[in-house]
């Protein structure tokens, strides 16, 4: 195990850069470069291997390129969103490099001519400090496929007996992100790579051009982190972590090479420019394959294909469509919402806001809304490992809320049709009559269950009759058993009272 | 020799159109002329079995009264480097033995769909690199003419196939001179249209910057006609271009009147240099008939086109370098049985399967795109290439066309050049300016040399987009020619003995 120098200590002796490389897969209906269906698209998830293919990307003999309008769009797109120029004419390029799982044994991309370029993000952290990142550029690529190693242990290329390709993702559209060196993050460093991860995923989301989904590797990120010494000009050697694919392991593994590279320094060691490999079970980086001036690519323009020139209409018809960025959203629906920082915060860490706002717009209040997401349905997401907005719509929870405001459902009850919905048994309504869950709002039937309580209990009626008010719990938690919980309570209280005097 | 292979692909199709001979009887006239001669020509790497069930479907749907393209019935030989799906498709490399494509080439299907008859895959140097066919990993080619003499290259096969009768019209690629070449040293007819004119999807790419399919026939009306089925855009080739193009075999049959060489201005380059005496002689002699009919012709200079060889052996290996990564042994094709690693067995695989000139183009285009060599080298090559265009922008300002000799020297012995790659490169040295500049060029026979009797072809080259121009220009020459030799000039060339493949 690597040696790690205290967080604290470190940024006391050095400054981090990071720098973040992003990859974020389009959700085109087909692939990059051929008309098969693309599988980061909900129609062709279920795919069986290889079935998703067409010759260009099992690069068959023959087989060309064709560029995909619809990917070009969502490029264009995204790097507006990302403040970015977009380039009047931009190029493809061969990076060669041979690899089973790139059927062409050269992957296109964009080298010396992206599609969009200089532009800015802002990013919010959990307290709501702003940190403006600088972006670099936005290029367009397709992805290689997806390998299988069998017979080694824990599905490594190391020990394998051999090895299985599916090229369905071959061809898959890319947009890869990259920004410039971010400095000035100091110890937040982790915490700005984490939020900045999740601005890109709100952006890709918001904007549609990718369901932006990390854990199906929809997004994916390569961090870059350099220490130099304090009052130090030049930037320190760096390394590049690959394939860090959640949000926490981003945040960790940014830590961790604080840390590590910290120690190493300090010892008067150097840093090895090279790639890193992310080990979420250990919260370890090890080393890759060096990177260095080895790395030859051997780009050069991709003769198969022409300049991708949009035209200035296409670019202007795009930015009036683009979507309110996720901090101006943020700081807007603060402002209407109503909420205290804390509770705002709540919502949007928890990548809760939009379904929240949706929530809100079918009809419940704010409040109502951030109570259930943040609450009840977090609970649930977090007990069953899934995310929030998976497991019910906001539609059903404004329904939930107007139930309960009607004084169909308690709170308990609510939650008891929250969890059949959740079930898949059907809406709220459909949930509470299936299980016959509504609160019993017949006075009859309420005051022939008080009567039988009070004629039970003797020494309680007594007692209420005698002003000891608070003494009417006893016959009302009889009651409430005697109706199965489907009574409000209130009204209960209200019906003893008056049955006790009477 | 039957009559029916005689026949330009022309006439047979009018003999077709009329019901004087049916499509079956013109395939096996063709299938059996393969089976005579082809043993000593070797112009095929694979016969179509299905040819004559293509052909007897052709006459069915005749006989049902369907009206059919004009080419309908006629055969057709294809070389090797356009995929097919009904025989393997090999661009005459070991490391394809045997592969099948799932689909077709663009110009296949196009053939395919017009009634032509694919008859077989002809001989190629492997992958399209070279100029004799030697380089083919299944054995030479022979030229007609004299069968220990190279028929050009790379696409020698189809060009030797028309040439033997053995095909009355055959699809080509031309990347550097691989169609024009060949015709030259082979009496035929080459033409290699404006880049992106033919779709190169399913031509198994040697470099995608210069590839161009085109029509081999001989004469050159039924290139013309070719040209027509096979040319115009195609969605899957994102280079095709979207052009509305004029019907060249319109332009070929009004061109036969002559008319088109009144006052024609025709451009001689003043910087080629280096043909043999025979080779000038016919074309100064070409020349002279142009003139006679009322060309002008006029001396221009295109300054850049001594690096045209150097920039071109720059720029097409760079792309086949990365063009033929693909073949690997991963998902097709040959797969070397070594113990290791898959770079192990990749490594195996390449180094079992690729010929000696491949595996020198590679190693060279690799090379040039190294990092740090790219500028002085690939880039540089570009940076020629645009020199070029420009010089022929110049000359077209001035003249309608430019006329070269073909090649620099008539057929020459089998082996004589395989060691000496330079000399090799040095016969495109008139053909490679137009890939390179992406503008058509058209060879057809200019007659013998006085010094060997061996064909020699004239070049004629025009601004892009201009190929009817080319096929107009070409046509009133070849009849002047032709009225002066009293007849074809393949009818000069030596009866084949035949040797049964």
Redesign the interface.
């Known amino acids: 195990m690597a040696k790690l120098m205290d967080f604290d200590k470190a940024l006391e002796m050095f400054e981090p850069v990071i720098g973040l490389e992003v990859h974020v897969e389009l959700n085109t209906k087909t692939k990059m470069f051929s008309a098969a269906g693309n599988p980061a698209n909900e129609e062709f998830h279920d795919s069986e291997p290889n079935t998703l293919v067409a010759p260009v990307d099992l690069g068959l003999p023959g087989s060309m390129p064709v560029v995909n309008a619809e990917a070009i769009r969502s490029s264009i797109s995204l790097g507006l969103a990302l403040g970015c120029s977009i380039a009047p004419s931009s190029r493809f390029a061969r990076k060669n490099y041979f690899y089973p799982d790139l059927g062409k044994n050269y992957q296109i991309s964009q080298y010396d001519e992206p599609i969009a370029f200089e532009g800015s993000v802002e990013v919010e952290l959990e307290d709501g400090e702003i940190i403006v990142v600088p972006i670099e550029r936005a290029h367009m690529e397709e992805d290689a496929g997806k390998l299988t190693h069998v017979g080694g242990s824990s599905g490594r290329i190391q020990g394998a007996s051999s090895s299985l390709v599916d090229y369905n993702r071959a061809g898959v559209p890319l947009v890869e992100i990259v920004t410039k060196p971010i400095f000035g993050t100091e110890h937040r460093a982790p915490e700005v790579a984490k939020a900045y991860l999740a601005t890109i995923r709100d952006i890709a989301r918001g904007l549609g051009i990718s369901e932006a989904r990390m854990e199906r590797g929809n997004i994916r990120c390569d961090a870059n982190v350099s220490l130099r010494p304090r009052g130090a000009e030049k930037l320190g050697t760096r390394t590049e972590t690959k394939n860090v694919n959640s949000m926490r392991s981003v945040e960790r593994a940014v830590r961790y090479e604080i840390r590590r590279q910290a120690a190493i320094l300090a010892d008067g060691g150097s840093i090895t420019q090279e790639t890193r490999h992310w080990h979420e079970d250990t919260g370890e980086t090890s080393p890759g394959r060096p990177k260095s001036d080895a790395d030859d690519y051997r780009y050069f323009p991709e003769p198969d294909l022409l300049p991708v020139a949009p035209s200035e209409e296409l670019i202007e018809e795009l930015r009036s469509k683009l979507p309110e960025a996720p901090a101006a959203k943020r700081r807007r629906l603060k402002g209407e919402w109503g909420f205290t920082d804390l509770e705002f915060q709540d919502v949007a860490n928890a990548g809760l806001t939009d379904v929240v706002e949706q929530t809100i717009a079918a009809g419940a209040t704010a409040a109502a809304a951030r109570k259930w997401w943040t609450g009840e349905i977090a609970r649930v997401a977090n007990a069953e490992g899934r995310e929030a907005a998976d497991l019910v719509s906001p539609i059903h929870v404004a329904e939930l809320q107007k139930l309960v405001d009607a004084g169909t459902l308690t709170d308990k009850l609510a939650r008891q049709v929250l969890e059949g919905v959740i079930a898949g048994e059907g809406s709220p309504q459909e949930v509470v009559d299936s299980r016959g869950l509504a609160v019993v709002s017949d006075d009859g039937a309420l005051i022939a269950a008080i009567d039988e309580a009070l004629a039970s209990q003797p020494d309680v009626l007594e007692k209420i009759k005698n002003g000891k008010v608070q003494a009417a719990g006893a016959v009302i938690g009889a009651v409430m058993k005697a109706m199965k919980g489907q009574a409000d309570a209130a009204r209960v209280r209200e019906l003893v009272l008056e049955r006790a005097q009477a | 020799m039957n009559d029916l292979i005689k026949l330009s692909a022309a006439e047979l199709a009018a003999g077709l159109a009329a019901g004087d001979v049916s499509s079956v009887e013109a395939t096996q006239a063709h299938l059996d002329r393969i089976a005579a001669v082809d043993g000593d020509v070797h112009a095929f790497l694979h016969v179509n079995e299905g040819a004559l069930d293509a052909a007897r479907a052709i006459d069915e749907r005749r006989a049902a009264g369907e009206t059919l393209h004009e080419l309908a019935g006629v055969p057709l030989a294809v070389k090797d480097v356009?995929?097919t799906t009904d025989m393997p498709?090999t661009?005459a490399s070991k490391i394809?033995e045997g592969?099948m494509?799932?689909?077709d080439?663009t110009v296949v299907a196009k053939s395919r769909a017009a009634g032509l008859v694919p008859l077989g895959k002809t001989n190629m140097d492997e992958f399209a690199m070279g100029s004799s066919t030697e380089f083919s990993a299944y054995g030479p080619t022979h030229n007609p003419w004299d069968l220990d003499r190279i028929p050009g290259g790379s696409g020698g096969g189809s060009a030797a196939a028309v040439a033997a009768f053995e095909a009355p019209l055959a699809l080509g690629s031309d990347t550097g001179g691989s169609i024009r070449q060949p015709a030259h040293v082979t009496g035929t007819v080459g033409m290699k249209p404006t880049y992106g004119g033919v779709s190169?999807?399913?031509?198994?790419?040697l470099?995608?910057?210069l590839d161009q399919v085109g029509p081999v026939s001989r004469t050159v009306l039924d290139s013309a006609l070719l040209h027509d089925v096979i040319g115009g855009h195609d969605?899957?080739?994102?280079?095709s271009l979207t052009t509305t193009w004029p019907s060249f075999a319109a332009a070929a049959r009004e061109g036969a009147t002559g008319e088109v060489l009144k006052g024609l201005k025709v451009g001689l380059v003043k910087e080629l240099h280096g043909f043999s005496k025979g080779v000038e002689d016919s074309f100064q002699a070409a020349v002279k008939t142009l003139e006679a009919a009322g060309a002008e012709v006029i001396e221009i200079s295109a300054p850049h086109f001594k690096y045209a060889t150097a920039a071109y052996y720059l720029i097409l290996p760079?792309?086949a370098?990365?063009n033929l990564?693909?073949f690997?042994s991963?998902?097709?094709g040959l797969r070397a049985d070594v113990p290791g690693t898959?770079?192990d067995v990749?490594s195996a695989t390449r180094d079992a399967g690729f010929g000696p000139e491949v595996k020198r183009r590679i190693i060279l285009g690799?090379y040039a795109?190294?990092?740090g060599y790219?500028d002085a080298y690939?880039g540089s090559a570009q940076k020629v290439r645009t020199l070029i265009q420009q010089d022929f922008a110049n000359a077209f300002a001035e003249v309608d066309v430019i006329a070269t000799p073909a090649a620099p020297t008539t057929a020459f012995k089998l082996g004589e050049k395989l060691d000496d790659p330079l000399a090799m490169y040095a016969n495109d040295l008139a053909t490679i300016p137009a890939n390179l500049a992406g503008i058509p060029g058209i060879t057809l026979p200019s007659g013998l040399s006085a010094e060997d009797g061996l064909p020699v072809g004239i070049q004629f080259l025009a601004p892009e987009y201009e190929d009817a121009r080319l096929y107009r220009v070409s046509a009133a020459l070849e009849t002047l020619l032709v009225e002066s030799w009293g007849g074809p000039l393949l009818d000069k060339a030596p009866a084949l003995n035949g040797g049964a493949r």
């Open positions: 356009l995929v498709s661009s394809l592969y494509s799932p689909y080439a190169r999807y399913g031509s198994i790419a470099a995608s910057s969605p899957h080739d994102a280079t760079a792309e370098s990365s990564a693909k690997d991963v998902r097709f898959v770079e990749m690799t795109l190294s990092a790219y690939y």
